[in-house]
């Protein structure tokens, strides 16, 4: 970058209006000046004015000609900087100068999805009021709707519902609804909106056969999970479609705390099989090498030499998934070095010299 275009970025970024007019005074390609831009992240003037809020310098370079539908290397215009940053007076000024509402950057990210992002109600409020549609969806199939959802803002949902009453009504790509978001995020008031002001199924399941009930449970957030199940009759023993139900869901995340709400509070059995494959909660706590859920579920009654649909115990998996502390607790635990269907032992499962040693000390 040449130096009198890197002096005149730099004092766009700082805001100083006094130097941008000297070196804008100075130059002798004001028309160059005004839309160069930064090598390693393709800004212009107007991208650093907008992330800044720097709306006085920002007008200046507009009133000079610069192009505020310029895109930088990500493909963010001045209108997804402002947006993104909470700039509300440079967004206003963009609106008012005719930026392009919905322009796309990379992974076709509008303004109104970055500003999903940052909880401002004000800017998607003003983005909606000139026209943003908050029904288009970026590459992985999520709406502005979908990512307020994952950010919780009950106040920005209900902008959007009252902008497009239909807004909730979309799936991502892998068929994950925004009620699937908000439950694995944790968002309890943004669940109970959903649930109360849309018309979401509770047991509505994504392309993996997921519901929002097992989303909550893999991230621990039994508070979610209770409003599902007691409230909206989420299916405790509901399975995806690998024939796991929430228990399982949640041993193999390793979240002790939802696979003793479930066990304790649902009284789902510890031992529980799915529907193919027979595996129990603890064979995938174990293929996971999640050591300290095995000792939850031995504690609160699972069986430690329950076997799946192949002879395989707990230990098997885990000397087979190559996982040492796993192969500790269960053997700590009373497991017994037993063949499966095929006459393998554990030790047959593995080449680790470490769980080798344990299976077979000499």
Not at 301 to 310: C, H, L, Q, Y
Request: with cysteine; glycine share 8%.
């Amino acid at each position: 970058m040449k130096g009198t275009e890197e002096k005149f970025l730099s004092a766009v970024q700082k805001g100083n209006c006094e130097d941008v007019q000297t070196v804008f005074d100075s130059s002798l390609d004001k028309s160059t000046l005004l839309n160069c831009c930064h090598k390693r992240s393709g800004d212009s003037a107007v991208h650093l004015a907008a992330r800044h809020n720097h709306v006085d310098l920002l007008e200046f370079l507009i009133s000079r000609g610069a192009d505020i539908e310029n895109s930088n290397l990500d493909g963010k215009r001045a209108l997804h900087e402002a947006a993104q940053s909470g700039s509300r007076d440079c967004l206003n000024l963009l609106l008012t100068k005719g930026a392009e509402v919905d322009s796309l950057k990379r992974a076709d990210w509008t303004p109104l999805h970055l500003a999903c992002t940052k909880l401002d109600v004000v800017i998607v409020n003003e983005l909606l009021s000139a026209g943003a549609n908050p029904l288009l969806c970026n590459k992985d199939g999520w709406n502005a709707f979908h990512i307020a959802s994952r950010e919780g803002s009950v106040d920005v949902l209900n902008c959007l519902l009252d902008a497009h009453p239909l807004t909730w009504s979309t799936k991502s790509k892998n068929g994950r609804t925004p009620l699937h978001t908000a439950a694995l995020h944790g968002k309890l008031d943004a669940v109970h909106l959903l649930l109360g002001r849309c018309k979401y199924d509770s047991n509505t399941t994504d392309s993996c056969g997921s519901t929002p009930l097992m989303d909550a449970l893999r991230a621990g957030f039994t508070d979610v999970a209770d409003v599902l199940i007691t409230q909206h009759k989420a299916g405790v023993r509901r399975p995806d479609v690998l024939g796991r139900e929430p228990l399982h869901v949640a041993a193999q995340a390793g979240c002790d705390k939802s696979v003793k709400y479930l066990i304790q509070t649902h009284r789902v059995p510890p031992d529980v099989a799915t529907s193919i494959g027979e595996l129990t909660p603890l064979h995938l706590a174990a293929k996971e090498g999640q050591d300290g859920t095995i000792f939850t579920l031995l504690q609160l009654g699972a069986d430690v030499n329950t076997k799946d649909v192949k002879g395989r115990t707990a230990l098997h998996i885990a000397a087979g998934s190559q996982m040492t502390e796993c192969v500790k607790a269960l053997l700590q635990s009373g497991a017994d070095i037993c063949m499966d269907e095929k006459g393998n032992r554990p030790s047959d499962m593995t080449n680790r010299k470490e769980i080798l040693d344990l299976l077979e000390p000499t």
